[in-house]
């Protein structure tokens, strides 16, 4: 797993060092994804900047493997730096605004052509790698027009996407190009921003997942931001960001924001709320970086996704082999005792799983005494995914579904994870506190200690 700044992660424990990826598993995971994503239609933003890149030639050809696995693909390339390539060679100043650049009478036929140059070379590039790129007119663009005394002139914004036209394109096996220009209902064209395009194609096609792919390994962390977790600090870049907490981050940090990612996490933010599963910021300058990203758990990048509780639910029977499979590393390092399927299969209501996509990430249990206490137990987070804050989010989940169980008091039993719970705000309690049954199932030679919080 390589982390978002180039290094190696390293292993946060003994079981997850004995533990690694084995490869099997990841065929495995591969397998699964492709069987969730066939026919899935996938919005990737590119900015041109990666076009000089070394390794751009690869990007491509993962993405025409992707459509070629059934992935419904629409590319969206950005044309910033074609354009002003463009209006340099001319000599033609088209000043930005707030990252908006005015488009004048004079700019627009040299803005058109820096996005045909783009669009041009994305073709002969899928074309090389065996997939037909089609470049069309699918959208119908309006006037920016004048905001605060400022004419946008030819700069619009998107009115309407074309979705049945598109859907034709990708029907037939085709991979649809769209660049940033668009036509009103009089012909007129107006230049629009790529990143605004692709959000308004991904809420329009329904798409379950929206790329921005540049050459920047995600949105930085602010400093002093409540929910970077020590992950994302250690790495500097956002992981995970539900809607909530974007949310926060454009009221509350929006000036801590450089304006582009400011951009970015607002289209992110309507995106998720319009039905876009997830939206990933991901640096394409990287090899293989977007399949690793759709294909394995490991996340790369700054991810958006629409709801943090979408990923903890009740377990279901699928679950319990996975759920032994993450247990095994630390029952080998004597951290947890042995389970059997039927064993947890007969508990099984009292778990709750922690999900990305479809793999396991997390489980917990929680049992319930007579007495309006309650026993968490069995909490455990693969080894592969440790640090990430779901060992924290799991217990959390549990502690409001005791709460809301009228529980008023909930304890564990552990041998070596005591300052992990302590600092959620348990604390170490005598075994007389326990409820009598399990006092009188208490085993003493593992000599476990009692942590309790009070509701
Ligand atoms: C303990 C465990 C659930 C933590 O899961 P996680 O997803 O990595 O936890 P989070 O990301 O929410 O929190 C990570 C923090 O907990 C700390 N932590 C993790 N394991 C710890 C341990 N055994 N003792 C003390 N602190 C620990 C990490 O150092 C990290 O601290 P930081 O935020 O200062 O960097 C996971 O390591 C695990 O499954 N351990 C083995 C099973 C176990 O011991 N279960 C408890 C018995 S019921």
Known sequence: MTEPNGKKTAHRNPAQAAAGSTPIQGIREVFGY??????QVFVLKIDDVLMSRPLFSMLIKDIVLLQQTGIRVILVPGAKHSIDKVL??????SPMKDEVRITSEEAMPLVKLGASNVTNALISLLSENGAHGVVGNWVRARAIGVLNGLDYKHTGRVEKVD??????MVQDGLIPIVPNIGWNLVGRDYNLSSNELAMSIAKAMRASKLFFIGS???????????????????????????????????RDYSQSL??????????????????????????????????????????HGTMFYANQY?????????????????????????????????????????????????????????????????????????????????GRKIVSYLLDRARK????????LTTQTSDFFMRI???EAPMSTLPPEKQAAYNTDRNSRVLTIAL
Do not use: W
């Open 88 to 93: 340099k060679t001319y000599r033609v100043s």
């Open 258 to 299: 450089r304006p582009e990612h400011r951009e970015l996490v607002s289209l992110a933010m309507d995106a998720c709320a319009a039905g876009v599963d997830r939206v990933h910021f991901i640096d394409g300058s990287q090899d293989g970086i977007l399949l690793q990203e759709i294909f394995s758990s490991v996340g």
């Open 425 to 427: 705000g348990f604390r």
């Open 163 to 168: 979705v049945q036209l598109i859907d034709n």
């Open 310 to 390: 979408d990923k903890i639910r009740a377990a279901q029977p699928s679950d319990i082999p996975e759920i032994l499979r993450i247990m095994q590393p630390y029952v080998e390092a004597g951290i947890l005792i042995q389970r059997t399927a039927e064993s947890i299969g007969q508990d099984l209501e009292e778990f709750a799983v922690y999900k990305i996509d479809d793999t396991l990430h997390g489980c917990a249990g929680l049992h319930l005494y007579p007495d309006k206490s309650a026993e968490l137990h069995a909490v455990v987070v693969d080894s592969n995914q440790t640090g990430q804050g779901t």
């Open 34 to 39: 492709l069987r969730r994503y066939r026919n």
């Open 216 to 250: 920047e390994p995600g949105i930085p962390v602010i400093a002093g931001c409540s929910f970077a977790d020590a992950g994302e600090i250690d790495s500097g870049f956002f992981s995970n960001l539900d809607i909530e907490e974007g949310n926060i981050l454009l």
């Open 405 to 412: 169980s009228g529980v008023k008091t909930v304890f564990l």
